[in-house]
């Protein structure tokens, strides 16, 4: 089992930067893989950014150059810095863990880009 906690969302006007943070129970290092996922009001979750084994990450066409997903092994914790925020940005963003096999989520945090 993995708990995951996702705090550090909010309201930002365009062009503003927010950091995500999720916070796993266990090891991150016993995870297989770490991820974001968003979904905005009326469309489907979409994946934001994951981190692998080796540090291998990934990104969404939509948020490459403005986001960046890291790790702090002590803490057990994944963050996602957003900058240059934009409106279609705003959705609640879900932290992942992939573990045995088994897929885990956090319990959201709205992201609201608004001025």
């Known amino acids: 089992q993995v708990q995951l906690v996702e705090s550090g969302g909010g309201l930002v006007q365009p062009g503003g930067s927010l950091r995500l943070s999720c916070a796993a129970s266990?090891?991150?290092?016993?995870?297989?893989?770490m991820g974001w996922y968003r979904q905005a009001p009326g469309k489907q979750r979409e994946l934001v950014a994951t981190l692998g084994s080796g540090s291998r990450t990934n990104y969404a066409d939509s948020v490459k150059g403005r986001f960046t997903i890291s790790r702090d092994n002590a803490l057990n914790t994944v963050y996602l810095q957003m900058n240059s925020l934009k409106p279609e940005d705003t959705a609640v963003y879900s932290c992942?863990?992939?573990?045995?096999?088994?897929?885990?989520w956090g319990q959201g945090t709205q992201v609201t880009v608004s001025s």
């Open positions: 992942n863990a992939i573990y045995l096999g088994q897929y885990y």
């Open positions: 266990r090891s991150i290092f016993s995870l297989y893989a």
